[in-house]
């Protein structure tokens, strides 16, 4: 299923745009999962699953711990026990074109992701890889939540800065190719807002809700479509480390639910 539709699915079947990210700190666990990477992920997904529109697991943590055949059986796990929920895998890859036909190999074919987060530096050649791939689509990196992000991206090239240049390229060509998505951060509200603007109904991964400080209203505000959706609003460790007790399932869904009830309210 094309990722622009498998998305519209899961928005109207969860009434979320929220998105858990599953981003597993071993020294963070709680005792009860005794160091499991997979134990833990697994618990943290079915207990949120009926509150989100994806789980986005980010490549690096688990890559760190040694846990990459974890991250195959969690990808599983999620696509055999919860289809109606999109499949993010934060990788943030970019390179030339031969080595991106690995990268996307290795994306949608090892993992099964339905969509992966994709770097634009190197430009169009080095994303075409996934975006011909037949099971996938990419959120590409625009206006990112992290401090240091306006470094490169707020640059002026042409008379607007660079991310408008993506947003634009992004939404207008690339998307002919394959089905594309921007990554914007909910940690700068009025540039998300400029993005919306530019590309229309195209879908946005926002990170930097929570444990980053993005303000929810702002955010939906800023950058909701014109169906009232438009956007995977991501929260990892607010949701994932909500307690360090035996109860930290529980926890987790009570800070999804409060989460995503705060989304919808802002709509």
């Known amino acids: 299923m094309p990722f622009h539709q498998h998305l519209r699915r899961a928005w109207a079947q969860s009434d979320s745009m929220l998105c858990v990210g599953l981003d597993p700190d071993p020294a963070r666990f709680p005792d009860a999962v005794g160091g499991s990477v997979l134990d833990f992920c697994t ?3 079915d207990a949120t699953a009926d509150a989100v529109c994806a789980f986005k697991p980010q490549i690096a943590y688990f890559a760190a711990a040694g846990a990459e055949a974890d991250l195959e059986r969690l990808c599983a ?11 993010v895998l934060d990788a943030k890859r970019g390179d030339i074109g031969s080595t991106a036909e690995q990268y996307a190999h290795e994306a949608f ?11 634009p530096y190197l430009g169009g050649d ?5 975006l011909r791939h037949p099971d996938g689509g990419v959120f590409v990196l625009c206006r990112t939540s992290n401090p240091g992000s306006g470094d490169f991206q707020s640059l002026v090239a042409d008379g607007r800065p660079i991310y408008q240049h993506v947003a634009q390229r992004v939404a ?5 190719i394959g089905d594309c998505g921007l990554v914007v951060g909910a940690t700068y509200p009025h540039e998300l807002a400029q993005v919306r603007a530019l590309v229309g109904d195209l ?17 939906v505000q800023a950058g909701v479509d014109s169906a009232g959706y438009g956007m995977v609003i991501n929260s990892s460790r607010a949701i ?9 399932a529980a926890a987790a869904h009570r800070e999804a639910v409060a989460t995503r009830d705060a989304i919808n309210a802002a709509k």
């Open 126 to 130: 080095s994303v075409e890889p996934f």
């Open 77 to 87: 796990h999620i696509r055999d026990r919860h289809p109606h929920v999109l499949l």
């Open 172 to 176: 207008h060509e690339w998307n002919s």
């Open 43 to 45: 618990a943290i997904v």
């Open 240 to 248: 994932l480390y909500a307690s360090k007790g035996p109860d930290f």
């Open 203 to 219: 879908p946005l991964l926002v990170p930097g809700v929570g444990a980053q400080g993005g303000d929810v209203e702002a955010t």
């Open 109 to 119: 074919d090892r993992y099964g992701a339905h969509v992966v987060t994709v770097n």
